[in-house]
């Protein structure tokens, strides 16, 4: 249990908590019967004409997002072109003593820790738990400096944030462009992480540029990938669906037959997903190079798609969904040596498509 979960009684005790331990950050969201509004946070808006989005802002007392496992930046919670939504919040509520999330009677329930929506990265292996002893401290890229526990590293689980670096962020008209920059000499690491969040001029297409240099003395590896949180116009994922990749996938998991099965390049539902459904896909196939990072998921009845292209070669990648939501979550490996820096790319690219078509 962290320093924080016990207290979410309400704002004015979290407030009293917040003041008394200044040294400890407040990781997650507000908890009740449905999530806050958006407009309760830090936030801001991009827009290029054609595309308008709405994202999160970091902040460790009053963000929306302040749990352990994303990147607490470029949280894009909507996404409107041609009056069509392509993200939203895929869970009725946040509950402190759930790991990840579960199905609870007719709701769905997410942990702090997977409560967030939209495109959003997690650099999945930590940094230094192995090593530290419980009550010790190890780095979460993204994140920052936190306080480890007991037994193995879990990510469903929040943890104490110690230290979550110095964040800058600049918004501009079609752009927003954050930084963490994260020193912890006793560790052995140190970072400076960017990212850039822009609607590219003219188009329907919004991409998010990556780039980490080690600054410290010790190597970086890790690995990250985009939880693409896709909810177009709110339908569930089935038949209705287009799941497509460049290449013959090999699936290592699959779901239900009667819920979704692989054909060739395409992952295809049978059946709307409803209840407790719960589809998911392990998949491999792919080569080497980066240009089979690419996914293609288009929706026949509200006549949306959506491509997904990264710029940096696959290790493994997955499909999961749920009655609210379907997200593609493709790895890449991060590995940087002190002095180093890595780049990477994501970009998405929004379409209509007639309606019904096949």
């Known amino acids: 249990m962290t320093l924080i979960t016990t207290f979410w009684i309400g704002q004015v005790l979290r407030s009293i908590v917040a003041a008394a331990?200044?040294?400890?950050?407040?990781?997650?969201?507000?908890?009740?019967?449905?999530?806050?509004?958006?407009?309760?946070?830090?936030?801001?808006?991009?827009?290029?004409?054609?595309?308008?989005?709405?994202?999160?802002?970091?902040?460790?007392?009053?963000?929306?997002?302040r749990s352990t496992r994303f990147d607490w930046s470029g949280a894009v919670y909507s996404l409107v072109y041609k009056g069509h939504e392509f993200y939203g919040v895929w869970y009725d509520r946040v509950d402190p003593k759930v790991?990840?999330?579960?199905?609870?009677?007719?709701?769905?329930?997410?942990?702090?820790?997977?409560?967030?929506?939209?495109?959003?990265?997690?650099?999945?292996?930590?940094?230094?738990?192995?090593?530290?002893?419980?009550?010790g401290t190890f780095i979460?890229?993204?994140?920052?400096?936190?306080?480890?526990?007991?037994?193995?590293?879990?990510?469903?689980?929040?943890?104490?944030?110690?230290?979550?670096?110095?964040?800058?962020?600049?918004?501009?008209?079609?752009?927003?462009?954050?930084?963490?920059?994260?020193?912890?000499?006793?560790?052995?690491?140190?970072?400076?992480?960017?990212?850039?969040?822009?609607?590219?001029?003219?188009?329907?297409?919004?991409?998010?540029?990556?780039?980490?240099?080690?600054?410290?003395?010790?190597?970086?590896?890790?690995?990250?990938?985009?939880?693409?949180?896709?909810m177009m116009d709110k339908q569930p994922p089935g038949p209705d669906f287009t799941f497509r990749v460049p290449f013959e996938i090999k699936a290592t998991r699959l779901p239900k037959a009667e819920m979704a099965e692989v054909r060739g390049n395409e992952v295809v539902y049978r059946r709307p997903l409803a209840g407790q459904d719960e589809a998911i896909v392990l998949y491999q196939g792919f080569g080497d190079s980066a240009r089979d990072h690419e996914v293609i998921i288009e929706n026949k009845k509200t006549g949306t798609g959506v491509r997904i292209v990264g710029d940096r070669p696959l290790i493994r990648s997955m499909l999961w969904s749920i009655r609210t939501v379907l997200a593609v979550e493709p790895y890449i490996a991060v590995d940087i040596q002190?002095?180093?820096?890595?780049?990477?790319?994501?970009?998405?690219?929004?379409?209509?498509?007639p309606s019904g078509s096949k």
């Not at 007719?106 to 930590?126: D, M, R």
């Not at 943890?159 to 501009?172: C, E, H, N, Q, S």
């Open 21 to 65: 331990l200044p040294g400890s950050m407040l990781f997650s969201l507000s908890f009740g019967p449905t999530p806050r509004p958006a407009a309760d946070f830090p936030q801001t808006e991009i827009s290029n004409g054609q595309i308008t989005a709405k994202l999160y802002l970091p902040d460790a007392r009053n963000g929306y997002y």
């Open 338 to 353: 002190p002095g180093e820096e890595l780049t990477w790319r994501d970009t998405i690219e929004y379409y209509t498509i």
């Open 140 to 230: 979460k890229l993204g994140v920052g400096v936190l306080r480890r526990g007991d037994g193995r590293y879990n990510r469903f689980v929040p943890y104490d944030v110690l230290d979550p670096g110095k964040w800058t962020v600049r918004k501009r008209k079609d752009s927003v462009e954050f930084t963490q920059e994260l020193s912890a000499p006793d560790l052995g690491w140190a970072y400076v992480y960017h990212k850039v969040v822009r609607l590219e001029k003219g188009k329907p297409v919004l991409v998010i540029e990556h780039s980490m240099k080690n600054t410290g003395k010790r190597a970086i590896n890790s690995n990250v990938y985009n939880h693409h949180f896709m």
């Open 99 to 135: 790991v990840n999330w579960v199905f609870r009677g007719s709701e769905i329930v997410s942990g702090p820790c997977s409560a967030l929506a939209g495109p959003v990265n997690e650099f999945e292996t930590p940094l230094g738990w192995d090593e530290a002893q419980p009550g």
